[in-house]
């Protein structure tokens, strides 16, 4: 199974990746700060929704690369540490910036229109899908069996990015004072450290 620092490491990512605001969140955002932190919630429930796809076809996909070809699975690993290290650069390029609501046209919906939006918002962004595929397996473990773990990590992804979303939608809901250029800033630089620290970690316990 999972190996204990391993696991907490891939928490760790999870949270540094989570907290910085991306597309789906600026639309959370946005329908929080316009019809309430309800809204928000029904994104983010459509969001999980379109994860919880995505981790499925993600689980079965590994489970085959494995079964296959064993050391390919170690090339996707690699390449995965690189990836964090990258995303954590791109942490630190940011500015800090959240999409204007008022310029994202965002419009009224039903409760059921703000979930379904959620949902298409997600898997409207090909990197999402990239990414899952080159984030998780850098926490599998090739003895094990790929798709259970695959699934496991998955779901501490989804309750994770469940959290921190809700905050956001609750915190934009009812104030929007404290999402400013340098608050956001501060937490992107945070957390990109903390991605590149895990992936140059991750790279050289690979090698080992």
């Keep these: 199974m999972i190996d204990a620092a391993v696991l907490w490491t891939f928490v760790l990512a999870c949270a540094a990746i989570v907290v910085v605001p991306g597309p789906t969140v600026t639309v959370i955002i946005a329908n929080s700060l316009r019809s309430g932190s309800k809204a928000g919630f029904m994104n983010i429930a459509g969001t999980q929704f379109g994860l919880a796809i995505m981790i499925g076809v993600l689980a079965f996909g590994l489970q085959a690369v494995v079964s296959i070809r064993g050391e390919i699975f170690d090339y996707v690993k690699l390449f995965g540490a690189a990836y964090l290290i990258y995303l954590g650069i791109m942490m630190w390029r940011s500015n800090?910036?959240?999409?204007?609501?008022?310029e994202m046209r965002t419009k009224k919906r039903?409760?059921?229109?703000?979930?379904?939006?959620?949902?298409?918002?997600?898997?409207?962004?090909?990197?999402?899908?990239f990414f899952f595929g080159a984030f998780i397996p850098q926490f599998i473990v090739v003895e094990g069996n790929a798709s259970v773990?695959?699934?496991?990590?998955?779901?501490?992804?989804?309750?994770?990015?469940?959290?921190?979303?809700?905050?956001?939608?609750?915190?934009?809901?009812?104030?929007?004072?404290?999402?400013?250029?340098?608050?956001i800033r501060l937490i992107e630089r945070i957390s990109g450290t903390a991605l590149i620290g895990a992936g140059i970690w991750l790279a050289l316990t690979k090698r080992a």
């Design 110 to 129: 039903s409760m059921n229109g703000y979930f379904w939006q959620g949902f298409f918002v997600i898997w409207s962004n090909p990197k999402a899908l």
């Design 96 to 102: 800090g910036a959240l999409a204007n609501p008022d």
């Design 149 to 183: 773990q695959t699934i496991i990590l998955g779901g501490i992804f989804m309750i994770i990015g469940a959290v921190g979303d809700g905050i956001y939608a609750l915190a934009a809901g009812r104030t929007g004072s404290w999402l400013t250029q340098s608050n």
